[in-house]
């Protein structure tokens, strides 16, 4: 089981970036009530936990061990509150067993919530029916018949049903956690934890100088905001490629700064009308691009970042999808009547603005096998390339293109096109890539 007892970063190793005057703009508005602090909570979790760079070549143990203590907390509490919002109580066990014990952690050692009443009581009450199954070996049996695939899915729902009814008071908890006095107050000692361990959570970037960005201080400025960033004097920073751009009809120079970290990660940034660098993003990524105007694209690509993050200013909900519309537009890809059929649907990133809406997901798609196509998507569709149909006759009834990104403003199918047919930059942050190319700069 996963713990605070031990394994604790005591610096932050992956956490997502935000700028100083960024981050206060947001508190203002939240102590000036124009958030409420379950919106609050949201964004702070988005940022903290959905944001974090966690690397996809590691576990997620290996990776737990370099968060810090506050981080680990963070994300205990998004699991707490998103499984008990979708579930009840016991859905937080019956999904995330692992976690049991370090929401008691959190609970009563992070946010200092009196074990003996309230919801800490409460808490503490569901935490000894969990293990009371585990010990009789219930929880055991319950779970293998929900992962048993043979048998029909209502008997794999009366499984979970069972497990409610071992959780003495799930009931109780469900009849006040989505109550607004409860809401006040364990939402406002998540957001003081939160503020009072705020360098622990994110990489707090300092306000930009107001000077102006040129030619002779590009090198120093951009070195300055990847060692506030990073902590790290970079190996070596130098002006990559420059040209004037114009926005909100100010002429200004920008830009692309190659850099390479004291780690020996090599990528481009930018600076001049705006100082940023993607995450996650290598010189091999870059190097995906296509040569012909891959500098002018890197401009409009980070150009297109600087919209989004201008818009999360105004609208901290601006890259959270709603589930209800997502579910909505999934099941409208997925009528068996359509030539082309999404399935294994992972969802991939969104944005929403006053101007422009974007839903991307990865899926495979099956084209021209309706009479096929299995009743319930909600599960895995073994599917079985063009090219490999006739050698495994038998393997599958279903045939399509596996790896496949596909766009949608909402309102229609934009396109579909394979993984394999875009840059890497474009597969991990499609929507910067395509406000870039609404909104050109160059």
């Excluded at 929880?139 to 018949?145: G, P």
């Amino acid at each position: 089981m996963y713990t605070l007892r031990n394994g604790n970063a005591r610096k932050l190793h992956y956490a997502s970036s935000i700028s100083e005057k960024e981050l206060k703009e947001f508190q203002a508005k939240y102590r000036n009530g124009e958030l409420t602090n379950v919106d609050a909570f949201n964004t702070y979790h988005e940022w903290i936990v959905q944001n974090a760079p966690y690397p996809k070549n590691k576990s997620w143990e290996a990776t737990w061990k370099k968060q810090t203590k506050a981080q680990k907390s963070i994300n205990a509490l998004g699991v707490l509150i998103g499984q008990t919002n979708n579930g009840g109580i016991s859905q937080v066990f019956f999904n995330y067993p692992n976690y049991a014990l370090l929401i008691a952690e959190v609970l009563y050692d992070e946010l200092r919530m009196y074990i003996h009443a309230g919801f800490g009581a409460d808490y503490e009450n569901a935490l000894k029916d969990f293990f009371s199954s585990v010990d009789d070996g219930s929880f055991n049996e319950i779970m293998d018949r929900w992962n048993d695939q043979n048998i029909p899915y209502e008997k794999r729902w009366s499984a979970f049903q069972d497990f409610k009814k071992k959780i003495s008071v799930h009931e109780k908890i469900r009849d006040y956690f989505y109550t607004d006095d409860f809401k006040k107050g364990f939402y406002d000692r998540i957001i003081r934890y939160i503020e009072k361990n705020i360098n622990m959570l994110l990489k707090v970037v300092p306000n930009e100088v107001s000077t102006s960005i040129t030619k002779k201080n590009a090198i120093p400025h951009f070195t300055n905001y990847l060692k506030t960033v990073y902590q790290k004097e970079p190996k070596s920073v130098h002006i990559h490629y420059s040209k004037k751009v114009t926005i909100d009809s100010i002429e200004e120079p920008t830009f692309l700064m190659a850099y390479e970290l004291a780690d020996g990660t090599k990528s481009i940034g930018i600076t001049g009308a705006f100082t940023y660098h993607l995450e996650g993003i290598t010189l091999e990524d870059i190097e995906t691009m296509r040569k012909t105007k891959r500098n002018q694209a890197l401009v409009n690509i980070y150009h297109g970042y600087h919209l989004a993050q201008e818009e999360l200013k105004k609208n901290p909900k601006a890259m959270t999808v709603d589930t209800g519309k997502w579910e909505k537009l999934i099941a409208r890809f997925q009528n068996p009547r359509k030539a082309r059929v999404p399935v294994n649907v992972k969802f991939h990133s969104y944005f929403g603005s006053k101007n422009e809406t974007f839903y991307f997901f990865n899926c495979d798609l099956v084209e021209h096998n309706r009479e096929y196509l299995p009743k319930d998507y909600s599960e895995s569709v073994e599917i079985v390339p063009y090219s490999e149909r006739n050698k495994k006759k038998n393997a599958t009834k279903c045939a399509g293109t596996l790896n496949t990104l596909i766009m949608s403003t909402g309102k229609v199918q934009d396109y579909f096109r394979y993984a394999e047919d875009f840059h890497n930059i474009y597969l991990k942050y499609p929507v910067f890539c395509m406000l870039g190319t609404y909104y050109k700069l160059l």
